[in-house]
Nanobody, 124 residues
Framework: QVQLVESGGGLVQAGGSLRLSCVASGGSFNLYVMGWFRQAPGKEREFVATIDRSGGSTTYADSVKGRFTISRDNAKNTVYLQMDGLKPEDTAVYFC?????????????????WGQGTQVTVSS
């Protein structure tokens, strides 16, 4: 059974950086688009970034564009989210997810496998 496991969350001051990792156990990692989403308390889960199968195409939410970078290493079955210039409004649980579609989809309903999430807290 394929699982996605996130790590790298934590507490950081505003302006700081974190790097999230998501490892897929089993399955054909390179056949899937991978995305990062986040959910703050009392809010719906929202799209953050996505990367296509080869890593050649990425898309970002406007709120993180220029600050976050998504990448993947298919040899390691891992997708990363480098987060720089963190702001208090970035505080949320961050989830990685897998999609069967091609391209760089941004809607949650086309992602069929999710990790358990990792907490990111940015203090002001």
């Amino acid at each position: 059974q394929v699982q996605l496991v996130e790590s790298g969350g934590g507490l950081v001051q505003a302006g700081g950086s974190l790097r999230l990792s998501c490892v897929a156990s089993g399955g054909s990692f390179n056949l899937y688009v991978m995305g990062w989403f986040r959910q703050a308390p009392g809010k719906e889960r929202e799209f953050v970034a996505t990367i296509d199968r080869s890593g050649g195409s990425t898309t970002y939410a406007d709120s993180v564009k220029g600050r976050f970078t998504i990448s993947r290493d298919n040899a390691k079955n891992t997708v990363y989210l480098q987060m720089d210039g963190l702001k208090p409004e970035d505080t949320a649980v961050y989830f990685c997810a897998r999609s069967w579609l091609t391209g760089v989809p941004t809607t949650t309903r086309v992602y069929d496998l999710w990790g358990q999430g990792t907490q990111v807290t940015v203090s002001s």
